[in-house]
Nanobody
């Protein structure tokens, strides 16, 4: 059973920084693309950042230059470093990854449980 566990959310003042982590646990053969999404109250879930298996990254325009996605393949972990945070960054942040649980298994997409980020003075 594969699961993704997020950590690092919390309350931060505008202009502050937070680092989110998302670790994959269980029987894992390989991890492909990894992503961070967020969902604010009353809004649809939006894609924030993507890191491919080859470490190419892409970002939503709203976070470009402020957020950095990275991964540690030895730890099966993806990170989201968030800086210059704004109140509009307040949301539940979810990680998502394409994982093969074994050599004979196809790739499946897994979601974390979400972690709350609140940007407020």
């Amino acid at each position: 059973q594969v699961r993704l566990v997020e950590s690092g959310g919390g309350l931060v003042q505008p202009g502050g920084s937070l680092r989110l982590s998302c670790a994959a646990f269980g029987t894992i053969f390989s991890i492909g693309d990894m992503r961070w999404y967020r969902q604010a109250p009353g809004q649809e879930r939006e894609l924030v950042a993507v890191i491919l298996s080859g470490s190419t990254t892409t970002y939503a325009d709203s976070v470009k230059g402020r957020f950095t996605i990275s991964r540690d393949n030895d730890k099966n972990t993806v990170y989201l470093q968030m800086s210059s945070l704004k109140p509009e960054d307040t949301a539940v942040y979810y990680c998502n990854a394409d994982i093969r649980a074994g050599r004979s298994y196809g790739r499946q997409t897994y979601w974390g449980q979400g972690t709350q980020v609140t940007v407020s003075s």
